[in-house]
């Protein structure tokens, strides 16, 4: 219980801290750290006793990894002062809205193809006992383009809020555009990812448009872990699974601590075992060599608890270099986000990519959802070809500043 408190102070002192630096209570460093520790928090109750207590090297590993998101975060802040977005004046193209209607189609195309394969079957519907989602098949190539589907959601959503002008049929499209990605998320493909995906980058643009308070967001916050839990509870209906009988009497709660707890606890046995390190393959080689079905036979130790495979961010950090692994891989991806979240502020191109990466912030107790896999990365490239064709006229904020702005025109 005193580790417990622990992480939770730490948790809520460093999102304290990086907010405080902002304004900004979606900070990305300041949402990853939070969730982080306070995950680590949760996943030192060890309900049931059924875990066993940490390796004093998973304690530093964990805290290596908060320090250096908690460095760039630092680093990242202080040049731009308090500020969170300008007001941007923002001008969407005609090659953009054309480019966001291609992907959709091909996108809800895609999706069809495997719903079919799937015998047309609405998951949420499906009596069978284990989880629901494990029966869907996903079909090599197309997958590419199902996975692309919650982020057009957020590109008609971007649309509704910046475009200018808008006439009917465009709030038309748009609308019917998100109400079928939610759709097919929560009622055919049954993903909790899928819709943290729309719900967090829906939250970025709201926010980015009318600015969220921190009152507000913890409503949100509520509100969000009560309909994952839901989910939860739905997909996994097999009453004897690991979830449901592993801690005993506590059989409601047991759910909510175990998909955090066993991340970690996969994290600490590989730490246990002392795994001998793969260099550079897990993290970087593998995801690229998938895609060609290449396979070096580099042998890659995934420790998990039946269908609970989760086994945090850095997971495959340690497993490449050690801890000097988690340092160098964290700071540099967490160097790509600073400068995503700093040009986000005066430039419309890279708020779309980071309301892409909200999953991917906010989860990092979960998984690694910036590189960890090819192809759920690969909506990344999409949205950023969107940026790429899209036409921003910025215009000097309230909250932003001459210089970053007239270098940016320049």
């Avoid at 998909?259 to 793969?278: E, Q, R, S, W």
Wanted: net charge positive; with cysteine.
């Amino acid at each position: 219980m005193l580790l417990c408190m622990l992480y939770m102070i730490e948790a809520v002192f460093f999102y304290w801290l990086l907010y405080k630096s902002t304004n900004d209570v979606l900070n990305p460093f300041a949402i990853s750290l939070g969730a982080w520790l306070g995950a680590a928090g949760i996943s030192q109750l060890n309900i049931g006793g059924i875990l066993p207590d940490w390796e004093l090297m998973t304690h530093i590993t964990v805290q290596a990894f908060a320090l250096t998101v908690l460095l760039i975060g630092s680093r990242g802040n202080k040049p731009s002062g308090k500020y969170y977005y300008s007001n941007l004046e923002i001008k969407i193209n005609n090659k953009f809205i054309i480019a966001s209607r291609v992907i959709f189609l091909v996108s809800f195309i895609c999706a069809l193809i495997e719903w079919q394969s799937n015998g047309f079957v609405i998951t949420i519907f499906n009596s069978s006992t284990a989880d629901l989602k494990g029966d869907m098949i996903a079909l090599s190539g197309i997958h590419y383009g199902t996975v692309c589907l919650p982020y057009c959601a957020l590109v008609s959503l971007y649309e509704i809020y910046f475009r200018k002008n808008k006439k009917k049929s465009t709030w038309i499209y748009n609308i019917s555009v998100i109400a079928s990605c939610v759709f097919y998320s929560l009622f055919i493909e049954l993903s909790r990812g899928s819709m943290l995906i729309i719900i967090l980058g829906g939250i970025l643009l709201t926010h980015s448009r009318f600015r969220i308070k921190f009152s507000k967001l913890v409503r949100y916050a509520l509100i969000l872990t009560l309909l994952m839990v839901i989910l939860m509870m739905i997909r996994i209906q097999n009453r004897d699974s690991f979830i449901y009988t592993a801690t005993g009497t506590y059989e409601w709660w047991s759910p909510i601590y175990l998909y955090v707890a066993t991340c970690f606890d996969n994290l600490n046995t590989l730490i246990k075992n002392g795994t001998p390190m793969t260099l550079c393959y897990a993290t970087v080689l593998k995801p690229i060599l998938d895609v060609f079905n290449i396979d070096l036979n580099i042998p890659i130790i995934e420790y998990n608890y039946s269908f609970f495979n989760a086994r945090t961010m850095i997971y495959s950090f340690y497993h490449d270099l050690g801890i000097i692994g988690v340092i160098i891989y964290s700071f540099i991806i967490y160097m790509v986000v600073s400068r995503i979240y700093r040009r986000a502020k005066y430039d419309s191109r890279y708020l779309l990519l980071l309301a892409a990466l909200q999953k991917s912030i906010y989860m990092v107790f979960f998984g690694n959802y910036f590189t960890g896999v090819f192809c759920p990365s690969f909506p990344f490239i999409v949205i950023w070809f969107l940026g790429i064709i899209s036409q921003t006229n910025i215009v000097i904020g309230r909250y932003g500043r001459a210089k970053s702005v007239k270098c940016l025109q320049k």
